[in-house]
């Protein structure tokens, strides 16, 4: 008797588990991370071509495993503090820039831009922007799509989702997705997503933030 309850009580468990992890799936990564926002094909086919066409023009700076560049503040990846104040943001980023704004997916101008350069095989460790910024964090990708990986860090099984980062998607955070979630991009040269293989490209990677005032860094 004792043996068909522990059995019983098994397989309601099994059953429990499954059915969770069903209606998991079936919510939509916004709903699984508060304060996610996804927003397909933020940009056009043409103002991408035209920013990767007005990035590849500046200088890169060289001194990570990818190509970065930065506008508006320095951040030093060293110390993980804003070491230089280096102008406003380039013209030619004004109109995607004020869209954030106006579609209402930041709540102020960002000040500060870094974009990254991703050959295939490259990615970036999973990790929570520094304090030094505001809450809303924003990204756009450009020339090729990959996965990114959202991990709970306040959950002590590891709750991951992943999103699909189309190209011309935008991506925000903020709130508990920009706080509590780390993301990151695993280093692979394609990705798997609903069966399909996705062989990535050179992809830039776009970054909006807003430098906290000194006082409150």
């Not at 993980?80 to 106006?102: D, N, Y």
């Not at 990151?184 to 430098?211: F, H, L, M, N």
Request: charged fraction near 30%; glycine fraction near 8%.
């Amino acid at each position: 008797y004792k043996r068909q309850v522990s059995t019983q009580s098994t397989g309601t468990k099994i059953l429990f588990l499954r059915l969770r992890n069903l209606i998991k799936t079936m919510k939509s990564p916004e709903q699984q991370v508060p304060g996610l926002k996804i927003v397909k094909d933020f940009i056009t086919k043409e103002e991408e071509e035209f920013l990767i066409k007005e990035i590849e023009k500046q200088k890169w700076e060289t001194d990570l495993k990818r190509n970065v560049q930065q506008y508006g503040y320095k951040f030093d990846h060293k110390s993980q503090k804003i070491k230089a104040v280096l102008g406003p943001l380039p013209s030619f980023f004004g109109g995607v820039t004020h869209r954030l704004v106006t579609q209402g997916l930041f709540p102020y101008v960002p000040d500060q831009m870094i974009i990254n350069q991703y050959t295939p095989g490259q990615g970036i460790h999973p990790h929570i922007d520094k304090p030094c910024f505001e809450d809303v964090i924003g990204s756009v990708g450009l020339g090729s799509s990959c996965i990114m990986e959202f991990r709970n860090r306040d959950n002590p099984k590891g709750e991951q989702v992943d999103i699909f980062f189309e190209r011309r998607t935008a991506v925000v955070i903020s709130g508990d997705a920009r706080n509590k979630w780390s993301h990151g991009i695993p280093a692979r040269s394609y990705d798997i997503w609903k069966g399909a293989e996705y062989k990535r490209k050179k992809r830039i990677s776009i970054t909006w933030r807003k430098v906290k005032p000194r006082d409150n860094r």
